[in-house]
């Protein structure tokens, strides 16, 4: 799939006493970017859940390259990069005006439940077949 | 059981733009506090789930007086204040200094997972018994 | 203003480990509607900020009736009910299909930061010719 | 200064519908850690801010390793590895039990707001004699 836009609003709670939004909460707008992503193409996250199957975060870098504020529309720019057997990259950008604020780069692992404890498997095709 | 005090630092998190806690995160505070309350008492919730046996807020009220801001270490006080069939009601304070910044009456209730649902249930009396 | 309306969709960033959204998380939900609606009549809280009027939360009570999960698309309406000299109140409902799964009254008073402490001032007339 | 520890326990607020924390939730423990590394150090930000210096994160790389759960007691710990004229640079990892369950590294750069603008500032020396 070609690159996906999300926007976003910036509220109170995205916020910290810097006046600014907390570091740890792009994480968040980026999960959105690519949870979005996934619905466009059909993937439901709850419903892939009942199937035993998710996808959860196996490592990240970033770089916080300026600040979004209070009521600032940002867009949040997801592509897959690169298709794994049992992995998925992905490259997201935050855009905010004509600025790049935010970049990250996040693998995603497919995982079932055993136990209370995700192990990894194939990606099913329904999925691959998809992104 | 008598009074729990739980102490709690304000990190950036849980501040907002306007230089203070925001709203929404006293219902965290409270919840770590209601929380330790019974780990003190013996009722650990993670233990609990794996009998299926969970608490959910049914409705509270709360006062918001003054305003907690970053590195404040406050302090959350809470007392059973009623103990129903299928639900407890908490009295909860937040303390900074010698001031009370925010208070909260907070009733929840005891449930069972019913596909997917939650249906209220008897509390056990190991919980009963505890309280 | 009349009833304003707020599509919400539910990300793993607002569920708990219990399966559906944090009791917290609801406040930030219904804070999001405040601030749409404020937005749509032209009110833009980081430009009333500039010129140090602000809306802090005053007290609030809620019920919780039922549960969103993940992936929900949820509903929030939102309307003031109250209007005095320096505080508005709203009632504000969570819609999910066609249940109502939480509700809540919530009481916001104006303010203007004096040595960073809040002091409640009278709604200027900008706000309130508009509310 | 040697490595810093910091205990915190997982509460409901930091899991996630999939029942283990919230992926962007291990950077709010990290950045516990460095505030907490700070104030044994005698370094207190809401002091600094009103001095008009923050430090915010430029950049960060990290390893989700295994996953925590609500009523887990994990261990932040929490080193400087380099000191530049107006950056630092964090690795910290995150223990359940015998097991490393996150890594980070996280570079911080020292800032004052001009103009509600972050600008970088050498570290002052209050800061740099203590670190």
């Known amino acids: ?40 193409i059909g993937l439901n996250q709850s419903q892939m859940g009942r199937e035993d199957v998710y996808f959860v975060v196996h490592s990240l870098s970033s770089n916080f390259i300026s600040s979004a504020k209070l009521d600032d529309e940002i867009e949040v720019r997801t592509i897959i990069s690169e298709l794994d057997l049992t992995s998925l990259t992905f490259k997201q950008n935050i855009i905010f005006g004509d600025r790049k604020i935010f970049n990250a780069t996040v693998k995603i692992v497919c995982v079932k439940k055993e136990n209370g404890v995700f192990k990894p498997i194939k990606i099913p095709t329904f999925i691959t077949e998809k992104v």
Chains 1, 2, 3, 4 share one sequence.
Do not use: H
Not at 10 to 24: N, R
């Open 1 to 40: 799939m070609k690159e996906f836009s999300l926007k976003i609003r910036v509220y109170y709670e995205d916020t910290d006493a810097e006046g600014v939004v907390y570091y740890g909460n792009y994480f968040k707008f980026i999960e959105r970017g690519r949870t979005e992503m996934f619905r466009k």
